[in-house]
């Protein structure tokens, strides 16, 4: 089945500070999407972006299905964008998840 | 517009008691979702409906029964829990499999403890 790998597990930011988060997935997909889950564990869709790039605010996401990755920038960090950042692919019916990117933003 | 409802929010269960973990979604989805996440880990896909009256297994589904009688209602059983089921449980709802209407919603989650 599919395999999806994030990188880096873990990193620590001074608040302000930007930041590009990867994806890479081991087959074609039909749906990936980037999520935030947040210290009390809820889950928040950022993104669904099988392909191409998408904008939300500080956010934003590329997806580059041919070459079977996505990446997500967080610009300008703020404490509250502390977390964990999921992606998730899709594969016969099922999302399978990346193991995450816990980010802590330092004030 | 609620989304998505989980009930309970948590639950300490003692080896071999039985529950049901109950999902609700108000957005007229037809496909429904049970996930499990353990920690340090992504989602893992217990069982998934594709409309009313249908269920079928996921990743992860010894253990678990699953119904989906009303479109809007997705319920998750363990006959009889034990402590490897501990875990957070999540719902998650999709309109369809094309497009942009397969993207998933999720529930708050259940916190679940078997001792």
């Known amino acids: 089945g599919i395999q999806v790998e994030q990188s880096p597990p873990d990193l620590i930011l001074q608040e302000g500070a930007n930041s590009t988060l990867r994806c890479n997935f081991s087959?074609?997909?039909?749906?990936l999407q980037w999520f935030h889950q947040n210290p009390w564990g809820q889950l928040i869709n950022l993104f669904y972006?099988?392909?191409?790039?998408k904008q939300n605010g500080r956010l934003s996401a590329t997806t580059v299905a041919t070459e079977r990755y996505s990446l997500l920038y967080i610009s300008s960090s703020q404490t509250t964008d502390s977390g964990v950042y999921f992606c998730a692919a899709d594969s016969n019916y099922q999302l399978i998840w990346g193991a995450g990117t816990k980010l802590i933003i330092k004030p | 517009n609620a989304g998505v409802t989980q009930t309970p929010k948590f639950r300490v269960l003692k080896t071999g008691q039985s529950m049901t973990l109950l999902c609700a979604q108000d957005m007229n989805h037809e496909y429904m979702y049970w996930y499990r996440q353990d920690p340090g880990m992504g989602l893992r896909l217990i069982h998934y409906?594709?409309?009313?009256?249908?269920?079928a297994k996921g990743e992860v589904p010894d253990g678990y029964n699953v119904s989906r009688l009303k479109k809007q209602n997705f319920l998750l059983g363990l006959e009889s829990a034990a402590p490897s089921q501990t875990s957070v449980y999540f719902c998650?709802?999709?309109?369809?499999?094309?497009?942009?209407?397969?993207?998933?919603?999720f529930g708050p989650g259940t916190r679940l403890t078997v001792l």
């Open positions: 087959d074609s997909v039909n749906n």
């Open positions: 972006i099988p392909s191409g790039t």
């Open positions: 409906s594709v409309g009313e009256g249908t269920t």
């Open positions: 998650a709802s999709s309109y369809s499999r094309t497009g942009s209407r397969n993207e998933q919603f």
